[in-house]
Protein backbone atom coordinates (compact mmCIF):
# COMPACT_ATOMS: atom_id res chain seq x y z
CA UNK A 1 0.00 0.00 0.00
CA UNK A 2 1.17 3.32 -0.97
CA UNK A 3 1.22 5.61 2.44
CA UNK A 4 4.34 7.92 1.97
CA UNK A 5 2.03 10.28 -0.32
CA UNK A 6 5.76 11.39 -1.69
CA UNK A 7 7.26 11.74 1.26
CA UNK A 8 10.80 10.41 2.78
CA UNK A 9 11.08 7.95 4.92
CA UNK A 10 8.04 8.92 7.26
CA UNK A 11 7.24 7.03 10.75
CA UNK A 12 4.05 5.18 11.05
CA UNK A 13 1.48 5.07 13.91
CA UNK A 14 -1.52 2.02 13.68
CA UNK A 15 -4.29 2.86 15.01
CA UNK A 16 -6.41 -0.42 15.11
CA UNK A 17 -10.26 -0.96 14.99
CA UNK A 18 -12.32 -3.35 16.89
CA UNK A 19 -14.01 -3.56 13.33
CA UNK A 20 -11.36 -3.34 10.61
CA UNK A 21 -7.41 -4.14 11.31
CA UNK A 22 -6.34 -3.59 7.99
CA UNK A 23 -3.71 -1.26 6.30
CA UNK A 24 -6.14 2.04 5.94
CA UNK A 25 -5.34 2.76 9.66
CA UNK A 26 -1.62 2.92 9.23
CA UNK A 27 -1.05 6.46 8.81
CA UNK A 28 2.40 8.64 9.33
CA UNK A 29 3.08 10.93 12.28
CA UNK A 30 2.88 14.41 11.47
CA UNK A 31 6.23 16.08 11.78
CA UNK A 32 6.58 18.25 14.39
CA UNK A 33 7.42 21.50 11.83
CA UNK A 34 4.37 20.51 9.57
CA UNK A 35 2.41 20.50 12.65
CA UNK A 36 3.96 23.69 13.61
CA UNK A 37 2.70 25.28 10.45
CA UNK A 38 -0.78 23.85 10.44
CA UNK A 39 -0.90 25.76 14.01
CA UNK A 40 0.50 29.21 12.66
CA UNK A 41 -1.94 29.33 8.98
CA UNK A 42 -4.53 31.78 9.27
CA UNK A 43 -7.87 30.38 9.16
CA UNK A 44 -11.69 30.63 9.05
CA UNK A 45 -14.42 28.89 10.33
CA UNK A 46 -17.36 29.27 8.40
CA UNK A 47 -19.45 26.25 9.77
CA UNK A 48 -19.40 26.40 13.84
CA UNK A 49 -22.84 25.43 15.58
CA UNK A 50 -22.65 27.38 18.70
CA UNK A 51 -23.78 24.90 21.47
CA UNK A 52 -22.07 22.11 20.29
CA UNK A 53 -18.31 23.79 20.05
CA UNK A 54 -18.90 25.39 23.83
CA UNK A 55 -15.81 24.47 26.11
CA UNK A 56 -16.49 21.35 27.61
CA UNK A 57 -15.54 23.18 31.20
CA UNK A 58 -18.37 25.73 30.27
CA UNK A 59 -20.90 23.15 29.56
CA UNK A 60 -20.26 21.48 32.87
CA UNK A 61 -21.25 25.06 34.36
CA UNK A 62 -24.07 25.69 32.76
CA UNK A 63 -25.24 21.79 33.65
CA UNK A 64 -25.34 22.68 37.32
CA UNK A 65 -26.74 26.03 36.77
CA UNK A 66 -29.62 24.20 34.85
CA UNK A 67 -29.75 22.58 37.74
CA UNK A 68 -28.35 19.14 37.27
CA UNK A 69 -26.59 17.26 39.73
CA UNK A 70 -23.14 15.63 39.54
CA UNK A 71 -23.91 12.27 38.68
CA UNK A 72 -26.80 13.14 35.96
CA UNK A 73 -23.78 15.67 34.67
CA UNK A 74 -20.87 12.63 34.21
CA UNK A 75 -23.60 10.21 32.67
CA UNK A 76 -24.54 13.17 30.16
CA UNK A 77 -20.77 14.07 29.57
CA UNK A 78 -19.81 10.31 28.40
CA UNK A 79 -22.27 10.49 25.26
CA UNK A 80 -19.40 12.43 23.88
CA UNK A 81 -18.24 9.80 21.77
CA UNK A 82 -15.48 9.48 19.09
CA UNK A 83 -17.32 7.58 16.49
CA UNK A 84 -21.49 7.63 16.07
CA UNK A 85 -23.19 4.99 14.27
CA UNK A 86 -25.31 7.88 12.23
CA UNK A 87 -26.49 11.47 11.95
CA UNK A 88 -29.49 10.28 14.17
CA UNK A 89 -26.69 9.26 16.64
CA UNK A 90 -24.94 12.17 16.31
CA UNK A 91 -28.02 14.36 17.35
CA UNK A 92 -28.94 12.62 19.99
CA UNK A 93 -25.41 12.92 21.75
CA UNK A 94 -26.44 16.45 20.36
CA UNK A 95 -29.83 17.42 22.19
CA UNK A 96 -28.48 16.23 25.57
CA UNK A 97 -25.45 17.79 25.98
CA UNK A 98 -25.14 21.20 24.23
CA UNK A 99 -28.77 21.80 24.31
CA UNK A 100 -27.43 23.19 28.38
CA UNK A 101 -26.43 26.49 26.30
CA UNK A 102 -30.39 27.86 26.87
CA UNK A 103 -29.70 31.51 29.45
CA UNK A 104 -28.11 34.95 27.51
CA UNK A 105 -25.29 34.29 29.98
CA UNK A 106 -24.76 31.01 28.77
CA UNK A 107 -24.65 31.92 25.10
CA UNK A 108 -22.37 35.08 26.09
CA UNK A 109 -19.82 32.88 27.85
CA UNK A 110 -20.30 30.09 25.70
CA UNK A 111 -19.31 32.87 22.71
CA UNK A 112 -16.73 34.06 24.51
CA UNK A 113 -15.00 30.75 25.05
CA UNK A 114 -15.54 29.68 21.40
CA UNK A 115 -13.93 32.59 20.22
CA UNK A 116 -10.80 32.84 22.56
CA UNK A 117 -10.42 28.61 21.10
CA UNK A 118 -10.01 29.79 17.40
CA UNK A 119 -7.80 32.40 18.11
CA UNK A 120 -5.38 30.07 19.57
CA UNK A 121 -5.22 28.22 16.00
CA UNK A 122 -5.08 31.80 14.59
CA UNK A 123 -8.74 32.12 13.40
CA UNK A 124 -9.56 35.14 11.33
CA UNK A 125 -12.73 34.95 10.88
CA UNK A 126 -15.46 32.95 12.92
CA UNK A 127 -19.08 32.52 11.85
CA UNK A 128 -20.96 31.09 14.29
CA UNK A 129 -24.68 29.54 13.89
CA UNK A 130 -27.48 28.49 16.21
CA UNK A 131 -31.35 28.48 16.93
CA UNK A 132 -32.79 31.45 19.25
CA UNK A 133 -36.18 30.23 19.67
CA UNK A 134 -37.26 27.86 23.00
CA UNK A 135 -34.54 29.20 24.53
CA UNK A 136 -34.38 30.76 28.11
CA UNK A 137 -34.33 34.39 27.31
CA UNK A 138 -36.16 36.26 24.17
CA UNK A 139 -34.72 35.53 21.32
CA UNK A 140 -33.79 39.44 21.27
CA UNK A 141 -31.68 38.30 24.38
CA UNK A 142 -29.81 35.66 23.00
CA UNK A 143 -28.91 37.32 20.02
CA UNK A 144 -27.89 40.37 21.74
CA UNK A 145 -25.88 37.59 24.24
CA UNK A 146 -24.00 36.22 21.10
CA UNK A 147 -23.30 39.88 19.91
CA UNK A 148 -21.74 40.49 23.22
CA UNK A 149 -19.91 37.79 23.46
CA UNK A 150 -18.62 37.91 19.67
CA UNK A 151 -17.44 41.28 20.22
CA UNK A 152 -15.82 40.65 24.09
CA UNK A 153 -13.91 37.87 22.47
CA UNK A 154 -12.32 40.02 19.14
CA UNK A 155 -11.34 42.43 21.87
CA UNK A 156 -9.84 39.72 23.66
CA UNK A 157 -7.99 38.55 20.54
CA UNK A 158 -6.92 42.36 19.22
CA UNK A 159 -5.21 42.93 22.89
CA UNK A 160 -3.42 39.10 23.68
CA UNK A 161 -3.29 37.69 19.97
CA UNK A 162 -2.58 41.00 17.86
CA UNK A 163 -5.03 40.81 15.15
CA UNK A 164 -8.20 41.57 14.15
CA UNK A 165 -10.75 38.85 14.13
CA UNK A 166 -14.15 39.36 12.01
CA UNK A 167 -16.76 37.85 13.35
CA UNK A 168 -20.57 36.71 12.06
CA UNK A 169 -23.57 35.39 13.42
CA UNK A 170 -26.07 32.86 11.18
CA UNK A 171 -29.34 32.34 12.61
CA UNK A 172 -30.32 28.57 12.37
CA UNK A 173 -33.65 26.74 12.02
CA UNK A 174 -33.98 23.01 12.71
CA UNK A 175 -35.11 20.66 10.45
CA UNK A 176 -36.95 19.19 13.03
CA UNK A 177 -38.87 21.82 13.69
CA UNK A 178 -42.13 23.33 12.23
CA UNK A 179 -42.66 25.67 9.09
CA UNK A 180 -43.98 28.08 11.61
CA UNK A 181 -41.07 27.81 13.70
CA UNK A 182 -38.48 28.00 10.73
CA UNK A 183 -40.44 30.65 8.80
CA UNK A 184 -40.28 32.99 12.49
CA UNK A 185 -36.37 32.23 12.77
CA UNK A 186 -36.20 33.57 9.06
CA UNK A 187 -37.95 36.22 10.01
CA UNK A 188 -36.19 37.19 13.26
CA UNK A 189 -32.87 37.34 11.32
CA UNK A 190 -33.63 39.14 9.01
CA UNK A 191 -35.42 41.90 11.58
CA UNK A 192 -32.74 41.59 13.78
CA UNK A 193 -30.39 42.16 10.80
CA UNK A 194 -31.37 45.52 10.62
CA UNK A 195 -30.51 46.83 13.58
CA UNK A 196 -27.10 49.00 13.99
CA UNK A 197 -23.83 47.34 14.38
CA UNK A 198 -25.90 44.01 14.21
CA UNK A 199 -23.24 41.03 13.38
CA UNK A 200 -26.28 38.61 11.78
CA UNK A 201 -25.26 37.57 7.96
CA UNK A 202 -26.55 34.40 7.57
CA UNK A 203 -29.74 32.21 7.88
CA UNK A 204 -29.32 28.15 7.59
CA UNK A 205 -31.89 25.51 7.50
CA UNK A 206 -29.68 22.64 9.83
CA UNK A 207 -30.39 19.83 11.57
CA UNK A 208 -31.28 15.74 10.92
CA UNK A 209 -31.14 15.55 6.98
CA UNK A 210 -32.24 11.96 7.08
CA UNK A 211 -35.58 12.35 8.38
CA UNK A 212 -36.39 15.48 7.77
CA UNK A 213 -36.81 17.05 4.17
CA UNK A 214 -36.30 20.47 3.21
CA UNK A 215 -39.19 21.49 1.29
CA UNK A 216 -40.68 21.41 4.97
CA UNK A 217 -39.01 25.07 5.14
CA UNK A 218 -39.63 26.38 1.82
CA UNK A 219 -41.54 29.37 2.97
CA UNK A 220 -39.35 30.12 5.23
CA UNK A 221 -36.16 30.00 2.82
CA UNK A 222 -38.02 31.79 0.25
CA UNK A 223 -38.56 34.75 3.18
CA UNK A 224 -34.78 35.05 3.37
CA UNK A 225 -33.85 34.95 -0.16
CA UNK A 226 -36.93 37.96 -0.67
CA UNK A 227 -36.23 40.07 1.83
CA UNK A 228 -32.59 39.27 3.12
CA UNK A 229 -30.18 40.78 0.81
CA UNK A 230 -31.50 44.10 1.73
CA UNK A 231 -30.42 43.22 5.10
CA UNK A 232 -27.16 41.70 4.34
CA UNK A 233 -28.48 38.00 5.17
CA UNK A 234 -27.50 35.74 2.78
CA UNK A 235 -28.57 32.04 2.59
CA UNK A 236 -26.91 28.27 3.72
CA UNK A 237 -28.40 25.50 3.81
CA UNK A 238 -27.08 21.76 5.33
CA UNK A 239 -27.51 19.05 1.97
CA UNK A 240 -25.98 16.33 0.49
CA UNK A 241 -23.91 15.74 4.41
CA UNK A 242 -25.57 12.19 4.25
CA UNK A 243 -26.36 9.60 1.56
CA UNK A 244 -30.41 9.61 1.56
CA UNK A 245 -32.65 12.51 2.77
CA UNK A 246 -36.03 11.34 3.64
CA UNK A 247 -36.11 9.12 0.99
CA UNK A 248 -34.45 11.19 -1.53
CA UNK A 249 -30.92 10.65 -2.09
CA UNK A 250 -28.30 12.93 -0.72
CA UNK A 251 -27.95 14.41 -4.49
CA UNK A 252 -31.19 15.25 -4.46
CA UNK A 253 -31.10 17.68 -1.43
CA UNK A 254 -28.26 19.35 -2.73
CA UNK A 255 -30.21 19.78 -5.93
CA UNK A 256 -33.22 21.14 -3.55
CA UNK A 257 -31.18 23.27 -2.10
CA UNK A 258 -29.81 24.91 -5.05
CA UNK A 259 -33.15 25.16 -6.59
CA UNK A 260 -34.09 27.13 -3.39
CA UNK A 261 -31.85 29.43 -3.73
CA UNK A 262 -28.86 28.54 -1.40
CA UNK A 263 -25.70 30.94 -1.17
CA UNK A 264 -23.13 27.73 0.30
CA UNK A 265 -24.18 24.50 1.12
CA UNK A 266 -23.16 22.80 4.25
CA UNK A 267 -21.65 19.76 3.69
CA UNK A 268 -22.42 19.16 0.21
CA UNK A 269 -20.08 15.88 0.12
CA UNK A 270 -22.54 13.46 -1.97
CA UNK A 271 -21.84 15.79 -4.74
CA UNK A 272 -18.79 13.73 -5.98
CA UNK A 273 -21.56 11.00 -7.13
CA UNK A 274 -22.75 13.00 -10.14
CA UNK A 275 -20.82 14.58 -12.61
CA UNK A 276 -23.52 17.17 -13.52
CA UNK A 277 -23.83 18.47 -10.01
CA UNK A 278 -19.89 18.88 -9.49
CA UNK A 279 -20.07 20.73 -12.73
CA UNK A 280 -22.65 23.28 -11.86
CA UNK A 281 -20.80 24.10 -8.60
CA UNK A 282 -17.54 24.13 -10.33
CA UNK A 283 -19.20 26.92 -13.13
CA UNK A 284 -21.36 28.38 -10.48
CA UNK A 285 -18.42 28.51 -7.87
CA UNK A 286 -21.04 27.47 -4.77
CA UNK A 287 -18.90 27.52 -1.43
CA UNK A 288 -19.11 24.24 0.35
CA UNK A 289 -18.33 24.24 3.72
CA UNK A 290 -16.47 20.97 4.51
CA UNK A 291 -16.39 18.82 7.38
CA UNK A 292 -14.36 16.15 7.34
CA UNK A 293 -13.88 14.94 10.16
CA UNK A 294 -17.43 14.91 11.12
CA UNK A 295 -18.41 13.23 7.72
CA UNK A 296 -15.84 10.52 8.53
CA UNK A 297 -17.65 9.84 12.54
CA UNK A 298 -20.90 9.91 10.98
CA UNK A 299 -20.17 7.65 8.10
CA UNK A 300 -21.12 9.40 5.81
CA UNK A 301 -17.91 8.20 3.72
CA UNK A 302 -16.64 5.09 4.40
CA UNK A 303 -13.45 6.02 5.69
CA UNK A 304 -11.18 9.64 5.66
CA UNK A 305 -9.52 8.31 2.42
CA UNK A 306 -12.81 7.86 0.52
CA UNK A 307 -13.29 11.76 1.67
CA UNK A 308 -13.84 14.26 -1.46
CA UNK A 309 -12.31 16.54 -0.33
CA UNK A 310 -8.79 16.38 -2.53
CA UNK A 311 -10.67 15.29 -5.85
CA UNK A 312 -12.95 18.77 -5.17
CA UNK A 313 -9.90 20.69 -4.79
CA UNK A 314 -7.97 19.19 -7.56
CA UNK A 315 -11.46 19.74 -9.66
CA UNK A 316 -11.41 23.44 -8.86
CA UNK A 317 -14.97 23.37 -6.42
CA UNK A 318 -15.36 26.18 -4.09
CA UNK A 319 -14.23 24.33 -1.23
CA UNK A 320 -13.54 25.45 2.57
CA UNK A 321 -12.18 23.60 5.73
CA UNK A 322 -14.87 23.76 9.16
CA UNK A 323 -14.63 21.53 12.32
CA UNK A 324 -18.90 21.70 12.49
CA UNK A 325 -19.09 21.38 15.98
CA UNK A 326 -15.76 21.27 18.21
CA UNK A 327 -17.03 20.18 21.31
CA UNK A 328 -19.53 17.18 20.25
CA UNK A 329 -17.36 16.19 17.34
CA UNK A 330 -13.39 16.62 19.15
CA UNK A 331 -11.83 18.30 16.59
CA UNK A 332 -9.66 21.57 16.16
CA UNK A 333 -9.22 22.96 12.70
CA UNK A 334 -5.75 22.34 13.30
CA UNK A 335 -6.14 18.75 14.24
CA UNK A 336 -7.87 18.25 10.71
CA UNK A 337 -5.39 19.68 8.42
CA UNK A 338 -3.13 17.32 10.22
CA UNK A 339 -5.72 14.68 9.79
CA UNK A 340 -6.28 15.35 6.04
CA UNK A 341 -2.09 15.45 5.08
CA UNK A 342 -1.89 11.72 7.40
CA UNK A 343 -4.30 10.03 4.92
CA UNK A 344 -3.37 11.62 1.54
CA UNK A 345 -6.11 14.28 1.37
CA UNK A 346 -3.86 17.55 1.22
CA UNK A 347 -0.87 16.77 -0.51
CA UNK A 348 -0.11 20.53 -1.93
CA UNK A 349 1.02 23.58 -0.70
CA UNK A 350 -1.95 24.88 -3.34
CA UNK A 351 -4.18 22.82 -1.32
CA UNK A 352 -4.05 24.59 1.79
CA UNK A 353 -3.56 27.66 0.49
CA UNK A 354 -6.74 26.90 -1.33
CA UNK A 355 -8.92 25.78 1.53
CA UNK A 356 -7.79 28.78 3.37
CA UNK A 357 -8.63 31.41 0.72
CA UNK A 358 -11.82 30.02 -0.53
CA UNK A 359 -12.88 30.25 3.21
CA UNK A 360 -12.30 34.17 3.73
CA UNK A 361 -13.85 34.32 -0.06
CA UNK A 362 -17.37 32.86 0.24
CA UNK A 363 -17.51 34.20 4.20
CA UNK A 364 -20.70 36.05 4.86
CA UNK A 365 -18.60 39.13 6.58
CA UNK A 366 -19.06 42.56 5.03
CA UNK A 367 -16.96 42.76 1.76
CA UNK A 368 -14.88 45.62 2.92
CA UNK A 369 -13.74 43.19 5.70
CA UNK A 370 -13.70 40.15 3.52
CA UNK A 371 -11.10 41.74 1.43
CA UNK A 372 -9.07 43.70 3.89
CA UNK A 373 -8.89 40.01 5.96
CA UNK A 374 -7.75 38.45 2.51
CA UNK A 375 -5.08 40.73 2.11
CA UNK A 376 -3.70 39.99 5.71
CA UNK A 377 -4.12 36.36 5.20
CA UNK A 378 -2.51 36.47 1.62
CA UNK A 379 0.68 38.37 3.26
CA UNK A 380 0.96 35.47 6.03
CA UNK A 381 0.72 32.67 3.29
CA UNK A 382 3.81 34.43 1.75
CA UNK A 383 5.74 34.86 5.21
CA UNK A 384 4.88 31.63 6.43
CA UNK A 385 5.99 30.02 3.18
CA UNK A 386 9.35 31.14 3.34
CA UNK A 387 9.64 30.73 7.21
CA UNK A 388 8.92 27.18 6.70
CA UNK A 389 10.09 26.64 3.24
CA UNK A 390 12.12 23.53 3.69
CA UNK A 391 9.11 21.91 5.30
CA UNK A 392 6.63 23.00 2.18
CA UNK A 393 9.04 21.73 -0.35
CA UNK A 394 9.56 18.13 1.91
CA UNK A 395 6.47 17.58 3.13
CA UNK A 396 3.86 19.63 0.53
CA UNK A 397 6.25 19.19 -2.58
CA UNK A 398 3.58 20.78 -5.12
CA UNK A 399 4.81 24.15 -3.30
CA UNK A 400 8.05 24.79 -5.07
CA UNK A 401 5.92 24.52 -8.93
CA UNK A 402 2.49 26.01 -7.29
CA UNK A 403 1.90 29.84 -8.17
CA UNK A 404 0.98 32.11 -5.19
CA UNK A 405 -2.85 32.34 -4.90
Known amino acids: MHVGFGLPAPRFEVRFSARRRSSEHIVPRVPKNLRRLFTLLPKTEQHLHLSGSARKSDIRVFMRENGMGEEAIEQDMKLLKSSYVDLTDYLKTYYRVPRHVMT ?41 AVEEGLREGMAWVKKRKGYEMKTALIILAQRAGSPEESLAHAKLAVQLAQRPNSLIRGFDIAGDEILHALDTHAEAISYVKTHGPAAGVQLTIHAGEVPVSENVSGLDSIRRALALGADRLGHGIQAHLDADVRAFLKKTQKPLELCPWTNVMLKCVPHYKAHPVKDFLEDGLNVNLNT ?9 LTRQLCQLWQHGLVTKWDHVKTLILNGVRSSFIAEPERKQVEQEVQQALSRLKRRFEKTIARYLPAAQSTKEA
Open 104 to 144: PSQFKRATIGIVKDAARENVRILELRTSILNKKGTPEAIVQ
Open 324 to 332: DNRLVSKIT
